[in-house]
């Protein structure tokens, strides 16, 4: 199973936009990039998922390389309530495969 | 709102006490999953149900009991618990069980063993 690395923390401000980074460099071919957010005390929740090149939502676009071995969530515009933990997944999404666990995440710090 | 709910959202119980926490997804989803997560860390995934049949349980101790009568069910049974299982304890589903199938989480029970 792929295993990914992302930074353990970043900070940033108010109206400025936030690409975090993750690592996947034994992703497989059949293998899909998943990110999720979480607050404190709530669940993690579902953001964004792609495969290649650029996916984009209501919430965060997801740029993913040609080679598929990292990927960035980007988040325009963070504002206070975007402080989280935020985790990046790659799995694969053939039936019967073994569900992941979350890693530590990386916890974004949004201020004034 | 997810569509996947908890209840309940807290609950203190002591060493000898019995509980169990339940977890209702009306997403139509064929999976259901308990994690917990202690303070300031990572999630830990408890048990895995795939359509009724329990398909991962990592290592979890025998005083964490889980059932599922249905898909869209999931019970986690607690008995003699000790204060180290104080944690927020989460459900949540997805459409498989596959490792890039979006899982959907509930609000968590925090839970206080004293």
New interface residues.
């Given amino acids: 199973?792929a295993k990914t690395t992302q930074p353990i923390s970043m900070d940033s401000y108010e109206g400025q936009e936030v690409n975090i980074t993750c690592s996947h460099n034994n992703i497989a071919t059949?293998?899909?990039i998943?990110w999720?957010q979480q607050f404190p005390?709530?669940?993690?929740?579902?953001i964004i998922?792609g495969y290649k090149t650029k996916v984009t939502n209501e919430v965060a676009s997801l740029f993913i390389p040609a080679d598929r071995k990292s990927s960035t969530l980007s988040l325009p515009r963070v504002s206070l309530s975007d402080t989280a933990v935020y985790y990046c997944?790659?799995?694969?999404?053939?039936?019967?495969?073994?569900?992941?666990?979350?890693?530590?995440?990386t916890r974004l710090q949004v201020q004034p | 709102e997810?569509g996947?709910t908890q209840t309940p959202r807290h609950l203190v119980m002591g060493m000898t006490n019995k509980k169990s926490l339940k977890c209702e997804q009306h997403l139509g989803h064929n999976?259901m999953?308990w994690y917990k997560q202690s303070a300031k860390k990572?999630?830990?995934?408890m048990f895995?149900y795939n359509f009724k049949e329990q398909t991962?349980n990592n290592s979890v101790p025998s005083r964490f009991s889980p059932e599922c009568p249905n898909s869209s069910h999931l019970f986690l049974h607690l008995h003699t618990l000790q204060p180290e299982d104080s944690a927020?304890y989460?459900?949540?589903s997805?459409q498989?069980?596959?490792?890039?199938?979006?899982?959907?989480?509930?609000?968590?029970t925090?839970l206080t063993v004293l």
């Fill in positions: 199973l059949n293998d899909y998943t999720y005390s709530q669940g993690p929740r579902f998922q997944l790659v799995g694969d999404r053939n039936t019967g495969r073994r569900a992941l666990t979350f890693g530590s995440g | 997810t996947v999976a999953y990572p999630l830990e995934l895995v991962e927020l989460l459900c949540a997805s498989e069980t596959s490792g890039g199938a979006p899982q959907y989480f509930g609000p968590g925090r």
